[in-house]
């Protein structure tokens, strides 16, 4: 079904979680900013809470963690993040109610189960809420038999596992053992605290990974049941991760070999009857994820596909990004600064951007074309765009219908290069990204 063309595929572009994406953001953006979006927001409102620890650190990634082997430091760091839910609390009308609040790493099951549910009290007594959709990300190697009570009691609806893979050699060879018994007593876990849908993030181009390795994976996840798939190729940039210098980069999958699994990930994943959302995520027909994908409701954030509509998200924690309409924000990376700030009762953020009209523009019709594969491209787009979009049309991965460009089932796999053709910031900064597929 996906032909490989390597030219088209060779450009790294960004996964577009945002835009303008992250690498845009810079120091002109700070407190102040995002005081007054703040002070202007109402309706609905989702939550993203950054929790930056975690019991063992995989090699491979890339997020803003660090080990939790000093109570003092994590408690210092939960201390100023109750004190940042206060001062945002504050400065939030009493017209803006959170429908959603996510928790994030890191790993949210690296903190203890008494200070998680103190987090869930202050937010629920700080915040407007009325039993927003709670979600959290969770590393089954250190989710231990206390959690279930805790997970059951706050109300948790989903949540996100990290498996990667289970082939035990590969495990070995990117820092993360955990057998498939514990990803079973995990999963009965969830299921027995009352969870809906759980997501099985996965990954293919691993070191030393074989088509074989990557069919045994999903043929184990999809006998467990999960609701949600992520299949995330690996992206291997020792330069900007350094961690990942203990990977051995030459037993990796080279780009041919990367392209077949991501297409035989998809082929083998419809075939077990889940609906394809996007390009890397699938979700069986029953679950919100692919009902908002089949009805056209498929948005995009910082935490991926999803079918939250709140138009504002607020980030809380380390490096937690915030979503406003016009501005994108992000708060402080350093935790040793986030705290110092917050124990002078600042806000922290630090970085971001404002997001003008024409970036309003291009982001709707990047965002269209990655959850919808067809976005109305207006006539001074297409003059700018059109040229770079000749060889995808000359393949025949996207096609125009009338005013629409529309992005044709063997073209998925391009999508995030077809939308990259509408970014005008990827002139000078295509060396900050992975490869498409």
Not at 332 to 360: H, P
Not at 411 to 427: C, E, H, N, V, W
Request: proline share 6%.
């Amino acid at each position: 079904m996906w032909t490989y063309h390597p030219d088209l595929l060779a450009i790294p572009v960004p996964r577009y979680t945002s835009f303008p994406t992250a690498a845009e953001f810079g120091e002109g953006i700070g407190a102040d900013d995002y005081e007054a979006a703040l002070e202007r927001t109402g309706g609905e409102v989702s939550l993203y809470v950054h929790i930056p620890f975690c019991e063992k650190i995989c090699w491979y990634c890339g997020c803003n963690t660090s080990v939790a082997n000093r109570r003092d430091r994590v408690a210092s760091y939960l201390d100023a993040l109750h004190r940042e839910i206060v001062l945002v609390a504050e400065r939030l009308p009493l017209s803006a109610q959170v429908t959603r609040v996510a928790f994030g790493g890191g790993s949210p099951n690296g903190i203890s189960p008494i200070d998680f549910v103190r987090l869930v009290d202050a937010l629920t007594l700080q915040f407007d809420t009325s039993r927003p959709v709670t979600s959290i990300e969770l590393d089954p190697r250190t989710l231990g038999p206390e959690w279930a009570a805790v997970l059951a009691s706050v109300g948790i609806e989903r949540a996100s596992l990290g498996v990667q893979t289970f082939a035990p050699q590969l495990q070995q060879a990117i820092g993360r053992i955990q057998p498939t018994r514990m990803i079973e007593n995990s999963m009965a876990m969830l299921r027995g605290a009352g969870v809906r849908s759980v997501n099985f993030d996965l990954m293919y181009g691993l070191p030393g990974q074989t088509m074989a390795h990557l069919e045994s994976s999903l043929e184990q996840t999809v006998a467990m049941g999960a609701d949600r798939i992520a299949l995330f190729g690996y992206a291997h940039v020792p330069h900007l991760i350094p961690r990942q210098r203990k990977i051995d980069a030459s037993d990796l999958p080279d780009a041919a070999a990367r392209f077949a699994m991501a297409a035989f990930g998809y082929a083998y994943l419809l075939d077990k009857g889940y609906v394809a959302v996007g390009f890397d995520h699938f979700a069986l027909p029953g679950d919100a994820l692919a009902q908002a994908t089949l009805t056209g409701h498929l948005r995009r954030n910082f935490q991926g596909f999803t079918e939250d509509q709140a138009p504002v998200l607020l980030g809380l924690g380390a490096s937690a990004i915030g979503g406003f309409p016009d501005l994108l924000v992000q708060n402080e990376k350093n935790t040793g600064r986030y705290r110092m700030m917050l124990s002078q009762d600042r806000l922290t953020a630090t970085r971001g951007i404002v997001r003008s009209a024409d970036d309003q523009r291009r982001g709707a019709v990047i965002e269209a074309l990655l959850c919808r594969g067809r976005a109305t491209i207006a006539s001074d787009l297409w003059r700018e765009a059109g040229p770079l979009l000749r060889p995808y049309l000359d393949a025949g991965l996207c096609e125009m219908d009338g005013a629409d460009l529309v992005i044709n089932p063997g073209g998925l796999p391009y999508a995030r290069s077809i939308a990259a053709r509408f970014d005008p910031y990827r002139k000078d900064s295509l060396r900050r990204f992975s490869s498409a597929v």
